[in-house]
């Protein structure tokens, strides 16, 4: 096996370095560099050049003390994305839902300011907006965005409505960034989140949060639907059950890990 790269390098060796992702990864809510270090059998300093060498890439994100893998890994690769097991496993009850209510249900973490698609089963009506893996969208005013946002403590929350640009899509985009908070915060109280037409008019969406086995919320699920098809008293009434439970499925699969 070649020798480590010298200290002057900034990526280290591979094998180090694929070992540091394989920890993120097995902790979505991030490790502190001391945590890293540990858990990887390096220094400090080793630890630091490979966490900063991943974040330059792109592969890692850094907030504060905390690095934490970033969903470039996922939209890397669609072929990759779909042999994971996570959503493999979570595919049949996504269709299932996608069946039940005839409409697209779709899977996306937090990325930056974004959601990303991870996962989707289109339902048989076309939108404007084209979604698929690996597609971006702002997570202020998406169903998704506002349960993975209702995850963040009220400083994270504050912080990250205070750094991203609230852009108006239709004349009912919420671009308060009060109103957000009380929105998300709502959706933290309730387990879901329901946004409608504020990405695009005629276009209403319910989502629902995925959390791992110490409770931390690492994605989301939800249901698009036309306006026309389901008023938002019918989306809690009919669709919110279905999703929520198909939610509990994949949760389960967390807990078998």
């Known amino acids: 096996m070649p020798e480590a790269s010298s200290s002057r390098d900034l990526v280290g060796s591979l094998e180090k370095g694929l070992g540091v992702i394989e920890i993120l990864a097995a902790h979505p809510a991030g490790l502190t560099l001391t945590d890293t270090a540990e858990r990887a059998g390096l220094t400090r300093a080793g630890a630091r050049r490979l966490l900063l060498t991943l974040v330059a890439a792109g592969y890692a994100g850094q907030d504060g003390r905390v690095f934490a893998l970033s969903p470039k890994l996922l939209s890397l690769s669609r072929a990759w994305l779909e042999g994971t097991s996570l959503w493999s496993f979570a595919e049949p009850f996504m269709r299932e839902v996608a069946a039940a209510m005839n409409e ?47 995850g963040m403590t009220q400083e994270q929350l504050a912080d990250f409505l205070g750094s991203v640009e609230l852009i108006a899509h239709t004349p009912k985009t919420v671009i308060d960034g009060s109103e957000i908070a009380r929105r998300v915060r709502q959706a933290a109280e309730q387990g879901f989140a329901v946004v409608d037409e504020e990405l695009e008019i005629g276009l209403r969406s319910i989502a629902v949060p995925i959390r791992d086995r110490q409770g931390t919320i690492v994605a989301a699920i939800n249901v698009s639907t036309q306006s026309a098809r389901f008023s938002v008293a019918e989306m809690k009434r009919t669709v919110l059950p279905p999703l929520k439970q198909a939610a509990e499925r994949i949760e389960d699969f967390f807990a078998l890990q």
């Open 104 to 150: 697209s249900c779709s899977a996306a973490v937090l990325s930056g300011h974004d959601v990303v698609y991870v996962a989707r089963i289109p339902g048989a009506r076309i939108m404007r907006v084209a979604l698929q893996v690996g597609t971006r969208l702002p997570a202020y005013c998406t169903s998704m965005g506002r349960v993975l946002m209702s």
